[in-house]
């Protein structure tokens, strides 16, 4: 099966206007860098004090592994919300993109 390349986007990108936009940039990033090991730090504390309280081992392993998902989860949906995506599609309601019926339809038409 061949390689298709994908279709380039031609518009320029645009660059941030002041320095004060560089800042809000970097700080997006900063975030990112931040909140993987704060969660799973979240859930190791979470999971040793079940343990503790719970006599058992494993918790706090599972803990770590919950923060990490919950961590990474975050990170998908910011990266996606700065792409210019919304978690529920294209950020338009799907008009005229054929995501269901048309208005004053009932939809069970072909």
């Given at each position: 099966?061949?390689?298709n390349r994908p279709i380039t986007d031609?518009?320029?990108?645009?660059?941030?206007?002041s320095a004060l936009a560089s800042l809000?940039?970097?700080?997006?990033?900063?975030?990112?860098?931040?909140?993987?090991?704060?969660?799973?730090?979240?859930?190791?504390?979470?999971?040793?004090?079940?343990?503790?309280?719970?006599?058992?081992?494993?918790?706090?392993?599972?803990?770590?592994?919950?923060?990490?998902?919950?961590?990474?989860?975050?990170?998908?949906?910011?990266?996606?919300?700065?792409?210019?995506?919304?978690?529920e599609g294209t950020g338009n309601n799907?008009?005229?993109?054929?995501?269901?019926?048309?208005?004053?339809?009932?939809?069970?038409?072909?």
């Amino acid at each position: 099966m061949p390689f298709n390349r994908p279709i380039t986007d031609t518009t320029p990108r645009t660059r941030p206007a002041s320095a004060l936009a560089s800042l809000v940039q970097a700080e997006k990033w900063m975030h990112i860098v931040f909140v993987l090991p704060a969660t799973a730090f979240a859930g190791w504390l979470a999971g040793a004090w079940l343990d503790k309280h719970l006599h058992q081992e494993w918790i706090a392993v599972t803990g770590i592994l919950l923060g990490g998902v919950a961590g990474l989860v975050y990170v998908v949906r910011l990266g996606m919300v700065s792409a210019g995506k919304t978690a529920e599609g294209t950020g338009n309601n799907g008009n005229g993109k054929g995501n269901g019926p048309e208005e004053g339809g009932s939809g069970d038409e072909p």
